[in-house]
């Protein structure tokens, strides 16, 4: 009971700061109706950039986001967040509550405060409806148009984000969806009461809009988009040092377990994301400033992996691990890259020990069965493919091995399920009716023949 007691006043303000500081919903689209937009947005931005999907950062920032989602009232929408590979300094949230930001300024942060700082920051903007509240003055323009301007004004600056608005503002219409300053006030008070409630200090939202706003300084053509949509960095620079001043003692340090969480995403995000010669720069100087550091060490192996010198990113993989034993993500790269270089028993053993520490970690799985694919073993490659399913049911690559190895083993029926599945996933109908009327023709399985058929009348369900 004491637990409730404490909880209960920090959901009963949070409420009432959602429900009376946030925008009158009568002038808000539906629910419905910002649900509809965020699916059309989401596919807009998925036809023309790129989502990093590697499962140890995507996890790591949505178990952030999950962690600040914990303390905000009862909400309409299911949160998810996702890192752009983009190397501008930006973040956005769209309607409906997807969040987004870049890998650059992901990149250019401390630790896991500053990043859920901004992240926060975004859910308030969600919570609030304040896009949707903007969308509303725009009815004329429909859904479908809406979610070009938007993803094109959310992405910013470039030539793909420039197609898409002027692609969308072919009938002359227009839409501001930059924050006003109101918006921004309550985003950040919002935001700043999400943190504190969620076991951060907030201070991590103060720092993070301070190294964006230092990129203005790099000229007019690197103002990051951020400062566009977001504006008034100054004032809040000011409200938010105020505000921790008044309240710092309610908030409190992540706990330290966290650090190594950031930074390992960090290094991954680096590694294997931003321009190789920065990477590549960045991790010889961590290694010469820090010779004990086990990420320093990893990431510069995953870096090196990553251009092709993998005996060389074997022996720095083995260097991490001399001074972090037993972590399953180093163990995992070194199985992966024995597996290209050929060297399948050490593959084996490595991949093996990965999922002994770590279970569910699906690329581990994956790169199992592949090696046992190449020694021969195709039913343990079977058993494999379906374990990464399980831990990732969208894992298209694990599909596709996984249907290629039944056509090896001989069920033509399971083999044309699953390559029809991934042709599916692939937005390839062609292939995919070629191999899903197949498997109908072969499989025994009426529960897999009836989603085959189902597949096949509702192709983009």
């Known amino acids: 009971m004491r637990n409730i007691k404490k909880t209960f006043p920090i959901f009963a303000i949070l409420t009432l700061l959602t429900g009376f500081i946030c925008c009158d919903k009568a002038f808000c689209i539906s629910v419905n109706q910002e649900k509809e937009l965020s699916r059309k947005i989401m596919i807009q ?135 006003s300053r109101e918006d921004e006030t309550e985003a950040d008070r919002l935001g700043l009461t999400y943190l504190t409630a969620a076991g951060y200090s907030g201070t991590g939202l103060l720092n993070s809009l301070k190294k964006i706003r230092t990129r203005q300084w790099f000229g007019s053509e690197q103002v990051p988009t951020y400062l566009n949509t977001h504006p008034a960095s100054e004032q809040r620079i000011s409200y938010i040092g105020s505000w921790l001043q008044r309240n710092g003692k309610k908030g409190k340090k992540a706990p330290v377990s966290s650090g190594y969480n950031f930074k390992r995403a960090q290094t991954r995000l680096i590694a294997l994301y931003a321009q190789q010669d920065t990477a590549i720069a960045k991790f010889k100087t961590k290694i010469a400033k820090f010779p004990n550091s086990s990420l320093a060490h990893y990431g510069y192996g995953l870096v090196l992996d990553r251009i092709g010198n993998r005996k060389k990113a074997i022996l720095y993989f083995k260097k991490a691990l001399e001074k972090t034993a037993f972590e399953p993500y ?15 028993n050490k593959a084996f053993s490595s991949l093996k020990g990965s999922i002994s520490i770590a279970p569910d970690y699906s690329e581990s799985h994956f790169f199992l069965g592949q090696t ?70 072969y499989l025994k399985d009426p529960k897999k023949r009836a989603k085959a058929e189902e597949m096949l009348k509702k192709p983009f369900s």
């Open 330 to 344: 180093i163990l995992a790269d070194i199985g992966r890259t024995y597996f290209f270089d050929r060297q399948f």
């Open 45 to 179: 931005i998925l036809q023309h950039f790129d989502v990093i999907e590697d499962p140890v950062i995507s996890q790591y920032i949505q178990k952030v986001g999950n962690k600040i989602v914990s303390v905000v009232p009862a909400q309409p929408f299911a949160y998810h967040f996702y890192i752009l590979n983009q190397s501008s300094y930006n973040a956005f949230a769209v309607p409906g509550g997807n969040i987004f930001i870049n890998s650059g300024l992901v990149g250019a942060l401390s630790d896991e405060e500053e990043l859920a700082g901004i992240l926060a920051h975004e859910v308030a903007h969600v919570a609030c409806r304040h896009i949707s509240q903007k969308i509303d003055r725009s009815k004329k323009i429909n859904i479908a148009t809406l979610a070009g301007i938007a993803a094109g004004i959310f992405l910013g600056a470039g030539p793909m984000a420039g197609a898409l608005v002027t692609g969308s503002l072919a009938a002359g219409q227009s839409l501001s969806l930059a924050y």
């Open 372 to 441: 046992q694919i190449a020694t021969k073993r195709l039913k343990e490659a079977l058993n494999s493919f379906e374990k990464v399913i399980r831990i990732k049911k969208d894992h298209n690559q694990a599909i596709y091995f996984l249907g290629k190895t039944y056509g090896k083993l001989g069920n033509l029926g399971n083999a044309h399920f699953y390559l029809g599945l991934y042709y599916k996933n692939e937005h390839n109908l062609k292939n995919m009716a070629f191999h899903l009327q197949k498997a109908i023709k």
